[in-house]
C-alpha cells in the first residue's frame, strides 16, 4: 500500500518561504514521476509541479514558475517543493502524488492531465496578506 507523508506546511506572510516535503513508501519510488497538487476552497484541484523520475525534468504552472522548485531524492524516497515569494494565493492543501512511467508521458501530463489522487494527508499552506 502507498503512503505518503507530507510536511513543511504552514502560515506564512506574504513573500515568505516554505519547504515543502513528501516521503513515500510503498512502492518503487524511482518508477513514479512525482508532482505537487494543490486544493483550496472553491478552486479545482491544480497540478503545481510535476518532475519524472530522474529529476531532469519538470514542469510548473506558469504562477508557479520562478517562484517555486521541485526535486527529489531517490534514495530517500521523498520529493520536495521549495516555495519562495508566497503569494496569499498559494494557500492551499497540498498533496504529494505520482504516475507510474509505464502510464504518463511527457511530465506535463501529470500536472494538467492525469491529476493523480493524492497519497498521503498533504500539508496545509496559508499565506497571508
Known amino acids: 500500500q502507498v503512503q505518503a507523508v507530507e510536511s513543511g506546511g504552514g502560515v506564512v506572510q506574504e513573500g515568505g518561504s516554505l519547504r515543502l516535503s513528501c516521503a513515500v513508501s510503498?512502492?518503487?519510488?524511482?518508477?513514479?514521476?512525482m508532482g505537487w497538487f494543490r486544493q483550496a476552497p472553491g478552486k479545482v484541484r491544480e497540478g503545481i509541479s510535476c518532475i519524472n523520475w530522474k529529476g531532469n525534468l519538470k514542469y510548473y504552472t506558469q504562477a508557479a514558475k520562478g517562484r517555486f522548485t521541485i526535486s527529489r531524492d531517490n534514495a530517500k524516497g521523498t520529493v520536495y517543493l521549495q516555495m519562495n515569494s508566497l503569494r496569499p494565493e498559494d494557500t492551499g492543501l497540498y498533496y504529494c502524488?505520482?504516475?507510474?512511467?509505464?502510464?504518463?508521458?511527457?511530465?506535463?501530463?501529470?500536472?494538467?492531465?492525469?491529476?493523480?489522487?493524492?497519497w498521503g494527508q498533504g500539508t496545509q499552506v496559508t499565506v497571508s496578506s
Open positions: 510503498g512502492l518503487k519510488f524511482d518508477d513514479y514521476s
Open positions: 502524488a505520482g504516475e507510474s512511467i509505464t502510464v504518463n508521458g511527457i511530465i506535463e501530463e501529470v500536472c494538467e492531465i492525469r491529476l493523480p489522487g493524492a
